[in-house]
C-alpha cells in the first residue's frame, strides 16, 4: 500500500509570497503522481498530474515536480494569491487503478 | 459536458437505513472511482469500476456496501443498515484509460447518520 505524508499540515502565508507544499511518498513505483485543490465542503479539483514517466508539469502559477528516487513531490505556487486559499491534496497511484491520498496542506493566504 | 455530477449532494439519515447515491461520469470516461472522505482526512479509496465491470475492491468496503454500473455508464453506491461511523463525503471521480487516468472528481456526497 502506497502511504502518502503531506507537510506541513497548515500554511499560513502573506499575498504575493512564493510557497512549496511537500508530499512524501512510500512506494517509489510510483504510476501517476496528481496534485487537487479541496474548497470547504466540496469536492476535488485537479490541479496537475505528473505521469510516471515526467519530472514536471506547469499550469499558470502552479508547478508539481516528482522525484521517483527519493520518494516526493512538491507543488511551487508563485505569486500566491487570497483566492488561492483551499486544502490542497496530492495523490499517488502506484497500479493505474486507485490513488492513495495524503491528508492535505490548509493554505491560508492573508490579504 | 459539466463533469461528474453526485446526487444528493446531502442526506441525512437515521441509523438503521438504507442509502442509495448516485453518480454519473464525464460522457466519454470509462473509469468510475467511489471514495470515501472523513473531516480532516484525505479520500479513502472504496471501489473503482472499468466500463460496468467492478474490477477492485477496498477492505474498507464491508458487506454493508454495495455499487454498481450497470450500463457502464451512471454508477450508484448503497449503504445497508446505516451506522454512524458511516458518516462521511462520498466522492465520486471519474477517468479515461488509454488516457493519462487523470481523475476528476464529483461535488460529492455528504451522508450525516443520527
Known amino acids: 500500500k502506497q502511504e502518502v505524508t503531506q507537510i506541513p499540515a497548515a500554511l499560513s502565508v502573506p499575498e504575493g509570497e512564493n510557497l512549496v507544499l511537500n508530499c512524501s511518498f512510500t512506494?517509489?513505483?510510483?504510476?501517476?503522481l496528481q496534485w487537487f485543490r479541496q474548497d470547504p465542503g466540496k469536492g476535488l479539483t485537479s490541479l496537475l498530474l505528473?505521469?510516471?514517466?515526467?519530472r514536471e508539469q506547469t499550469s499558470g502559477r502552479l508547478n508539481a515536480s516528482l522525484d521517483k528516487s527519493s520518494g516526493r513531490s512538491t507543488l511551487y505556487i508563485a505569486a500566491s494569491q487570497p483566492g488561492d486559499s483551499a486544502t490542497y491534496l496530492c495523490?499517488?497511484?502506484?497500479?493505474?487503478?486507485?490513488?492513495?491520498f495524503g491528508t492535505g496542506t490548509s493554505l491560508t493566504v492573508i490579504p | 459536458d459539466t463533469g461528474v455530477s453526485q446526487n444528493p449532494r446531502h442526506k441525512i439519515t437515521k441509523r438503521g437505513q438504507n442509502v442509495t447515491f448516485r453518480c454519473d461520469p464525464i460522457?466519454?470516461?470509462?473509469?468510475l472511482y467511489w471514495y470515501r472522505q472523513t473531516l480532516g482526512q484525505g479520500p479513502e479509496f472504496l471501489t473503482y469500476?472499468?466500463?460496468?465491470?467492478?474490477?477492485?475492491k477496498s477492505r474498507l468496503l464491508s458487506d454493508r456496501f454495495s455499487a454498481e454500473r450497470p450500463k457502464g455508464s451512471f454508477s450508484t453506491l448503497e449503504i445497508q443498515r446505516t451506522e454512524q461511523g458511516d458518516s462521511a463525503m462520498y466522492l465520486c471521480a471519474s477517468s479515461f484509460q488509454g488516457g493519462s487516468y487523470e481523475q476528476y472528481f464529483g461535488p460529492g456526497t455528504r451522508l450525516t447518520v443520527t
Open positions: 495523490a499517488g497511484d502506484i497500479t493505474g487503478n486507485q490513488f492513495y
Open positions: 469500476f472499468q466500463n460496468e465491470a467492478q474490477l477492485e
Open positions: 512506494d517509489s513505483a510510483i504510476y501517476n
Open positions: 460522457s466519454e470516461h470509462n473509469r
Open positions: 505528473i505521469q510516471s514517466s515526467q
